[in-house]
Structures are given as structure tokens and as C-alpha cells.
């Protein structure tokens, strides 16, 4: 199979991920934090080696405000549902997935806060930023803002944006769904407040793994209440990090492949990642362009713009349809909406929705002109 779902999750995993999760089951097959013995200290270890890794890569000082989730969802709910616990107004952009709308949209049904839809400019950061900017009001809170569209590949100016939110004196959250891994990003230097980031894609980790990075730790709330390995004897749940955010049993397996995924991304380095990852965009997408019956939404990928995310369809098809003819031909890619309403009423594809190509530092030069071959071949007959 050729494999182009890499915005959903990266495959395959690095031979490295799949040792350490095997690893696990022998090594380290106690709880982390629960027990004395052995076992149960070595397991620990191992997250606290990651956690350690993991806010490392983020920039954040503190490695107890590294927190893992079971997907970046989870982590963006979370933040989300502290900071609206007191009410106002937040701000998000027309590209946002359903993971920071949806909680967004509940909230604001319930009464609970209210929130407005900034306009983005593909390649022109200073115009979204001024978007932001005149929908800020004196209730407003937060700021959020993807780094990257997971239907487009349209870049968001995350720094400015923070940048924006501090002049405020805002908050600021990033969800970094598409860009953690392959986008540098240091949250002192960039003054991000919140990080959100999954584990099982451009960390090359396993599914079922999420990072929630806090710079501003004291704002946020349990959502989950239950066993933590400290304070036993008490009812109330722990007040620090990371045990308040981590009731109940960690994902261990998961914790060590992802510990082996970041070890991957920074030998290969991000931006040797992504390099390579836009100039096999830009070659697919040259090829796509000249095609004719093939619709392309955007303009062509830059790295300072865009991510190696690419939609398109094939004649009158919809995006299901081009995705299940892909896949006759042995090629994963992903048809529809995207989990992502505003990014397609944005760019009125509501209708057809896309077929989305994305592509992974394990893709190759080869692959991708197989895939133009098999493209090519269908676009003549649509």
C-alpha cells in the first residue's frame, strides 16, 4: 500500500517505536508511581525519562507540567473546559478542527461562554493576525489557533499570534495536531501559554498517546478524579501536576513508543523532517496541477506557509468517491470532511468535501510518482 494518511497518523512507525513498545510488556509491566518494588520504579523511570524528553522538545522548563493524555483532543478539552470554567470570550480561526470547536460550540450552548471565528489569509500572516486582533473584546480570554489546517496545510502564525495574545494579556493555545515534529517550537521564546499535541503522528509515536504542555499550570482543572499513586488517604484530587491530570493507569506501552518517536525526530531533526516532507508535497503538487480534471483548493505549498497536507478531487467526484477510487489502487489517503465543519465552510467544500494526501518523513520520492501515475491514470477517466 501507498501510504498518504500521514495527517491522521504517521505509518509506518520507525523500527525503533516498535521495539520499545514490545519492550514494555517485558521490562516495564508494572504501574508507574504505585508500587515499591522493582519493577514499579523502573516503570516510572521510563515516564519520567519521556515526560522529560517530551517537555525538553516543547521548550517547557517544568517537566511536571508535561502532561499525558490519551490524544491531543483530550488535552484541548481540557484546556479548554479550565479556562471556560469562569466564563467570557474566546477567539479561534476558521480553520480549527472539531476537537476546539465542538467543546467550544457545547460551551457556548450551555450559556457558559461565547466565542468568534477569525478570518484566516493563506500566506498572508499579518492580515489573519489583524483578523484576531479586531474581534478581541474586553470579555475576551483566549486566544487558539492550530498550527496548521489538517484539510489545507494552511500554516497559522502561531508566534504572532501569541505575541498578540500577551499585548492583550491573553492567554494562548496552540494546537499543534499537524505541526509537533516537524516545526520547531519553544514555548518561552514563542510565548505560548497551553500546548496541545498528539503522539501518534508527526511524533512517530503510537495511537492512543497525547501531550498537554502548561505553561501556565495553576489555570487548569481536573477532569478526571480517581487514583493517582499519591495523597491516598484524601478525598480531594492531588492540586499538582502531573498527578491532577493523570487519574488511573497511564498508556505505558504507548508512553515508551513515543519516547522512541521523539528520540527519532530529533536525530532526524525537525527541519531536516521538514525539508524533506515539502519538497515531496511540492513535487505532488506540481504534478496534481498539471493534471486536468484534478482540483486543487490551494495555492502552491511553502514551507513558511503551508504544511505537506494537499486536497484535491477528481472531476465531478466527491471527496469519498476520489478516496475509495485511490484505494482500490492500493492508496491510503482520506475522503470527506475531515472532522474539521469550519475549514470546509471556509473554503466551500461543504458539499463534496476533499480527498486529502498527506505526507510523512517515512514517504519517498518513489512513492509519491507512483501516485502521480495512478492519479493521472484516473483523472482521464473523470
Request: one cysteine or more; aromatic letters at 6%.
Amino acid at each position: 500500500m501507498l501510504y498518504f494518511d500521514n495527517a491522521a497518523t504517521s505509518f509506518p512507525k520507525p523500527v525503533a517505536v516498535k521495539k520499545a513498545v514490545e519492550n514494555s510488556f517485558f521490562r516495564f509491566g508494572a504501574n508507574p508511581g504505585r508500587s515499591g518494588h522493582r519493577m514499579g520504579m523502573e516503570t516510572a523511570k521510563a515516564v519520567f525519562e519521556c515526560r522529560e524528553k517530551a517537555a525538553d522538545f516543547f521548550g517547557l522548563p517544568e517537566t511536571e507540567n508535561l502532561v499525558f493524555t490519551k490524544n491531543c483532543t483530550e488535552a484541548l478539552n481540557i484546556v479548554i473546559m479550565s479556562i471556560a470554567s469562569g466564563g467570557g470570550h474566546f477567539i479561534i480561526s476558521d480553520l480549527e478542527h472539531n476537537s476546539v470547536l465542538r467543546p467550544l460550540f457545547e460551551l457556548e450552548n450551555r450559556g457558559t461562554i461565547c466565542f468568534s471565528v477569525a478570518k484566516t489569509f493563506e500566506c498572508e500572516p499579518e492580515k489573519t493576525v489583524r483578523s484576531y486582533e479586531n474581534l478581541i473584546r474586553s470579555d475576551t480570554k483566549m486566544l487558539i489557533a492550530t498550527g496548521s489546517s489538517n484539510v489545507f496545510g494552511t500554516k497559522l502564525p502561531v508566534a504572532m499570534l501569541a505575541k498578540l495574545a500577551h499585548e492583550h494579556g491573553l492567554l494562548f493555545l496552540a494546537d499543534m495536531a499537524q505541526t509537533a515534529g516537524t516545526e520547531s517550537c519553544d514555548m518561552g521564546k514563542d510565548g505560548i501559554d497551553f500546548i496541545c499535541a498528539p503522539g501518534h503522528k508527526g511524533l512517530l509515536g503510537p495511537m492512543g498517546t497525547g501531550i498537554l504542555a502548561a505553561k501556565r499550570p495553576e489555570l487548569l482543572k481536573p477532569h478526571l478524579f480517581g487514583g493517582t499513586g499519591n495523597n491516598s488517604l484524601f478525598p480531594e484530587q492531588p492540586d499538582n501536576l502531573p498527578e491532577m491530570l493523570e487519574s488511573g493507569t497511564l498508556n505505558v506501552p504507548g508512553i515508551c513508543g513515543l519516547s522512541a518517536g521523539i528520540d527519532t525526530v530529533i536525530a532526524k531533526g525537525t527541519e531536516n523532517i521538514a525539508k524533506k516532507e515539502m519538497n515531496l508535497t511540492k513535487e505532488l503538487y506540481s504534478g496534481l496541477s498539471e493534471m486536468k480534471n484534478v482540483l486543487l483548493f490551494t495555492k502552491p505549498p511553502e514551507s513558511g506557509t503551508h504544511s505537506p497536507v494537499i486536497s484535491f478531487v477528481l472531476g465531478d467526484l466527491n471527496g469519498e468517491e476520489t478516496a475509495a477510487l485511490l484505494s482500490e489502487k492500493s492508496v491510503a489517503s482520506r475522503g470527506g470532511f475531515h472532522c474539521a465543519a469550519l475549514a470546509h465552510h471556509k473554503m466551500n467544500t461543504e458539499k463534496r468535501g476533499t480527498c486529502r494526501l498527506s505526507i510523512g518523513v517515512m514517504n519517498t520520492e518513489e512513492e509519491v510518482l507512483k501516485l502521480l501515475g495512478i492519479i493521472h491514470a484516473l483523472a482521464k477517466k473523470y
